[in-house]
């Protein structure tokens, strides 16, 4: 067994961290550019700024941060930065789970992993062409973070649902919220992961698949949740790229708060609410309703197959979660995303302008605009 890779750096307290996959589009055409070659050239000292498996996408990364505020000066800070540093090499910054209406297949970043990625997915790598959120909460222990794990995956559909931001695709208005999702439903190792009740059992599985060849490290697993080892903490992978940071801290607080509620839970034998404990047929179902419908799904919520609105069980987890936030600073951050469910998010902004132009590169510009205007401020 290569301990390194599976012993679990325990962290003391909840800590936060973000990665934001975020498109690089031609400012002027709005299309998706290959631009992450020349931007790495111009930024060798920033460890934040990091390629992906696709040329048009350039991954930030926070530092581990104490709480939501510190993330909040961190990420704002790194993304002003490399805006500015995309604007010098012509380049324009984008958030979304996917890119309108880009047509061309992705080109693979050369660099050995992304190049044996590719080699093993065949075609399927250059469909590649979508944009993910990623939110790190700190982890006591392995078994902690794998519990709270399959605690978590209930609630990954109110998760998919609050992020939603992919309703077109190749030129084509998909009818989904997020149709990120079900491009990536046709890969090998993305979506639900399975359940494990304590870190060994969660070693041995790794261990089999990588006697398998089926993975060489734990980031081989693309699941909608996975733990990082390394890191010490859970990785949430379930969302859409937000057009905001606004946004984004909005989501990150969200995970960062309940992550601490399910931890907590587990750990004083009590109960969650809203129950939300189900059969892995209904919770990939109900996946499926919330990448359609977003906000206005409706999703199965026990073995009865009883039905709620993804909005009144939003609203009731943030009513479980009030105590959680004011120890975790994040309320604040909680009552903007309950305003918001009023509102809509970004799919719908995106239909909106599309409805209203029948141009797909003006929800492009729309998308590049948003993020624009908010770093101004």
């Not at 990665?19 to 920033?46: K, M, W």
């Not at 059992?201 to 398998?212: D, G, I, S």
């Not at 009023?342 to 797909?360: E, H, I, N, P, W």
Request: proline share 6%.
């Amino acid at each position: 067994m290569h301990n390194e890779e599976l012993e679990f750096v325990g962290s003391k307290y909840p800590t936060l961290g973000i990665e934001i996959e975020f498109q690089l589009l031609d400012p002027e055409t709005f299309d998706l550019a290959d631009g992450i070659l020349p931007l790495l050239q111009s930024y060798p000292e920033e460890p934040c700024i990091k390629p992906e498996f696709t040329q048009s996408t350039v991954e930030i990364n926070s530092h581990v941060c104490a709480d939501i505020e510190e993330l909040r000066s961190d990420i704002t800070s790194l993304v002003k930065e490399l805006k500015r540093r995309c604007e010098g090499l012509h380049l324009a910054l984008c958030g979304a789970g996917t890119h309108p209406f880009s047509l061309r297949p992705a080109a693979v970043t050369p660099l050995p992993r992304y190049i044996e990625m590719e080699r093993r997915m065949v075609y399927l790598a250059h469909t590649l062409k979508t944009y993910a959120l990623q939110v790190h909460v700190g982890m006591p222990s392995g078994d902690a973070a794998v519990v709270v794990m399959s605690l978590l995956k209930p609630y990954l559909p109110i998760l998919l649902a609050l992020s939603a931001s992919s309703p077109f695709w190749q030129g084509q208005d998909t009818g989904f919220a997020s149709f990120r999702q079900r491009v990536l439903a046709a890969m090998r190792d993305y979506g639900l992961p399975p359940s494990f009740t304590s870190w060994r059992h969660f070693a041995e599985c790794f261990e089999n698949l990588r006697a398998a060849g089926a993975a060489h490290v734990i980031r081989d697993f693309h699941w909608d949740i996975r733990p990082s080892p390394h890191y010490g903490t859970l990785e949430v992978r379930v969302m859409d790229v937000q057009p905001t940071l606004k946004e984004t801290f909005m989501l990150a607080a969200l995970i960062q708060t309940l992550l601490v509620y399910l931890q907590r839970s587990w750990q004083q034998n009590e109960p969650v609410y809203p129950s939300m404990l189900q059969h892995w047929w209904a919770q990939k179902e109900n996946c499926f309703r919330a990448s359609h419908l977003g906000v206005e799904a409706e999703i199965i919520v026990d073995d009865m197959g009883h039905i709620r609105p993804i909005k009144t069980l939003t609203r009731d987890l943030l009513a479980s979660l009030a105590e959680t936030a004011e120890d975790l600073k994040t309320a604040d951050w909680l009552g903007q995303l309950e305003a918001r469910l009023d509102v809509g998010g970004s799919y719908l902004r995106q239909q909106t302008v599309f409805a209203k132009t029948r141009s797909l590169q003006k929800v492009a510009a729309s998308l590049v605009g948003e993020l624009e205007a908010e770093l101004i401020e």
